[in-house]
């Protein structure tokens, strides 16, 4: 399995476009990184890929990631579907970028498939696409052999939605995605709004967990509220505190666990930040970005050893920002022959498809992942 974070920013982006907070104004003056709103991309077998969401900044995230251009023909995706954990507007507001593209799959739960009627009716005048149940006969399995489950984690409904809808439904989802060769499992869920049993089970099954990061502190959905962020605000678990998801993440500590869908007012965002006194001590991810739409460069922050927060520049002008979540060689499931798009022999899912350089010659008959 391969993961590429297409963008790791909640809604409004960093610096988000209205926000002259301090935060903002550092990454808008280069002193910090700039994201692309959340979204990432998955797939078994390096050439069937499928959406994890669809941000509003999708063209520019597809456009950046070499290993999701189009393949030898025109109008040639990769693309399969779209796995919507919700339907906020950050979340959903790419899908309309990808329309006419023919054939994609897009799973979601019943009420998120039902507030979006209008949209996929209009949608499927371009081109038809197939909308399923991400709920239904217990999971689905993905062209490239990806096996999803869907758990639900919360009944916020977004913000655009009349208040007199139900707000018991699943509106909000985790997706458990594992690869069927290695078993190991991926957990996404960029929107948690409580650390839940269920949560915590999908934690202990997981070798890597990204986690809903927008808020760091109990206090920052008011402040967003009041800032104009509105009921979208609300809804996320805060990262600190006793009953916060690091201290959630600290009961599973050997996976990977990765933070993103991260607010413009999260100190974490800073190098420099370090966590409240008392928040559990541990060596993991605090995020790991993608291409953003302002700079091509690859950043990260990660705590270090010494506790301190640290800003990774990596890959210079490589937008690959590709997570390997399995060690162990790529096996191709079901048809042998490695497609237009797929790894060459020898390369494993571990080794990230190195970047293709603007200039480079395209080969006739060759993918992008050449
Ligand atoms: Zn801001």
Known sequence: MRVVLL???AGGGFPRWSCACALCAAARDGKL???TQECAAITGNGRDWWLLNASPDIRTQLTVTPALWPGARPRDTWLRGVLLTDAEADHVGGLAALRGATGLKVYATPPVHAVLAPVRAGLDRYAPWEWADSLADGGFVLAGGLVVTAHPLAAKVPAYVPARTAADA????AYRVEDLV???VLLYAPRVGAWSPALENLCASADCVLLDGTHFDASAPEAAARAGAGRAATGHLPVSGPD??????????????IYTNLGDTNPCWTPTHRPARGSPPSRWKSCRTGPSSWSRRTRSVERGEDGA?????????APDTAV???????????????????????????APVPPVAAAAPRRAGRGPCR
Not at 309 to 317: C, N, P, Q, V
């Open 7 to 9: 963008g790791t920013a």
């Open 33 to 35: 990184p700039s994201r």
């Open 170 to 173: 699943p509106w909000v989802t």
């Open 182 to 184: 290695t078993g190991r």
């Open 244 to 257: 916060g998801s690091l201290a959630g993440l600290a009961r599973h500590p050997g996976r990977r666990r």
């Open 309 to 317: 927060w640290h800003a990774l520049r990596g890959g210079g002008d």
């Open 324 to 350: 390997p979540v399995r060690p162990a060689p790529r096996t191709n499931l079901g048809d042998p022959t490695p497609g237009p798009g797929a790894n060459p022999p020898g390369r494993t899912a571990s």
